[in-house]
């Protein structure tokens, strides 16, 4: 099947012919199109893969849906956690305690270091799964998650591997715990000798750097009984799916237990980052903006330089809409190949990136950003949306130069040098 008239043309026309120039231009504004969009795809990229990272790490420390006891003694048991259980998407159901204390490692000699790092204890049941969902996970020889945390005599205990370093701890070594506990209602601290029984790395700054995993029932012995933040975390296959389970929840649980998820706990946060991505969106939308100039030029030295075959065509009978239509097929072309370009050199920058982990953060740093290297996700429906951008950018930048382009005059045409 032959092409349409015009689109032969502006094919001919994009490959050029004896004049340097317009090849030389029609090159600059494709490299012009590809480098804006490369630069669209790699900030898209960080964007998701930050939001993206950020949110898979907060899921992995908290779980994707909490239930809060509201009555004393309330306990998730029985026929609702039954219920909850065999909730499609549900992997788990479990109990965790919360804690505050302090943590210090043995100075030479076995005398205590001076001062201590404050550090957030979580309770967790490691024969029940609790110690899933910490990322990479490396425990000491002889540790069984199964048959608890316990090292040699010493309760056990997991840290965070930025913890760890600042501790200069390694597998095995004895530390000294300080806990927060209440003893009839009254404040008390109470000291623990426990043993590093393994290290964890979620990726996440804030955990990496300041949490601890114990034995629940041991936390329990330290807080002084049910006195510390107890809660129930619902893990899910799909965190999609956690406002639907959170519902579900609060309509099994009642009002004995406030049921929160993710999204709620941190939609504030979400949402700026969400509108964060939009404004940079656009803001880097003004590189495309910029370039596609290159293309509207490359459009007006063509028209200049074709202008006797404007004037031919137009006697021969070619009309007006033709003409325009000549041109723009001309000038979304090389849009189109620029956006191609971009496209593709975007998505290999971003992967180059994540791979091997190019861009990281210092401790210092990473605290504050909370991850420790940044991720670029590229994703379909953000190369659309860059894709469509620039080609509806290329159009507008295109009409001018082929409106003027079906005006000339075939007599002034062929009277052209």
């Not at 967790?124 to 090292?151: I, Q, S």
């Not at 530390?175 to 404040?187: E, K, Y």
């Not at 129930?232 to 009002?255: M, N, P, Q």
């Amino acid at each position: 099947m032959s092409w349409p008239l015009e689109t032969e043309i502006a094919w001919r026309f994009l490959r050029g012919g004896r004049s340097r120039l317009l090849d030389g231009t029609a090159r600059a504004a494709l490299l012009a199109t590809a480098l804006g969009v490369t630069a669209m795809v790699v900030a898209m990229a960080l964007m998701t893969g930050y939001r993206e990272d950020l949110q898979a790490k907060m899921i992995r420390g908290h779980a994707a849906v909490v239930a809060y006891p509201l009555a004393e003694g309330a306990a998730l048991e029985g026929e609702p956690r039954r219920l909850l259980e065999a909730e499609a998407g549900v992997t788990a159901v479990r109990q965790v305690l919360y804690g505050q204390g302090s943590l210090e490692a043995p100075a030479a000699g076995g005398a205590p270091a001076a001062g201590g790092l404050e550090v957030t204890l979580r309770g967790v049941d490691p024969e029940m799964g609790g110690l899933a969902e910490l990322g990479r996970l490396r425990l000491a020889p002889g540790v069984e998650p199964a048959a608890g945390l316990a090292l040699d005599g010493l309760p056990g205990i997991v840290l965070g591997s930025e913890l760890a370093a600042r501790l200069d701890a390694g597998l095995g070594q004895p530390l000294r715990l300080m806990v927060l506990g209440f003893d009839r209602g009254r404040p008390r601290f109470r000291y623990r000798s426990v043993r590093v029984a393994g290290l964890f790395t979620t990726g996440f700054s804030e955990f990496d750097r300041s949490w601890t995993v114990l034995e629940r029932r041991e936390l329990e012995r330290l807080v002084g009984g049910q006195q510390g933040v107890a809660l129930y975390e619902i893990a899910l296959a799909d965190a999609g799916r956690a406002s639907t389970v959170a519902e579900r929840a609060r309509r099994i649980l009642g009002e004995e237990f406030l049921v929160t998820d993710w999204q709620e706990l941190n939609s504030e946060l979400f949402t700026a980052l969400r509108m964060q991505q939009v404004a940079l969106f656009f803001v880097l939308g003004l590189i495309v903006l910029v370039s596609n100039f290159n293309v509207a030029s490359s459009l007006v030295v063509l028209v200049r330089e074709r202008l006797r075959d404007i004037g031919v065509l137009a006697t021969l009978g070619l009309p007006p809409a033709r003409l325009r239509a000549l041109f723009l097929w001309y000038g979304t072309a090389l849009g189109l190949a620029g956006t191609l370009l971009g496209l593709g050199l975007g998505s290999g920058v971003a992967w180059l990136l994540t791979e091997f982990e190019l861009i990281r953060f210092d401790p210092e740093v990473a605290a504050i950003y909370f991850i420790s290297s940044v991720p670029f996700r590229v994703r379909l429906p953000a190369l659309a949306a860059v894709a469509l951008f620039t080609l509806a950018v290329t159009l507008v930048a295109c009409w001018l130069p082929a409106r003027k382009a079906a005006r000339v005059r075939p007599a002034s045409a062929l009277r052209y040098e």
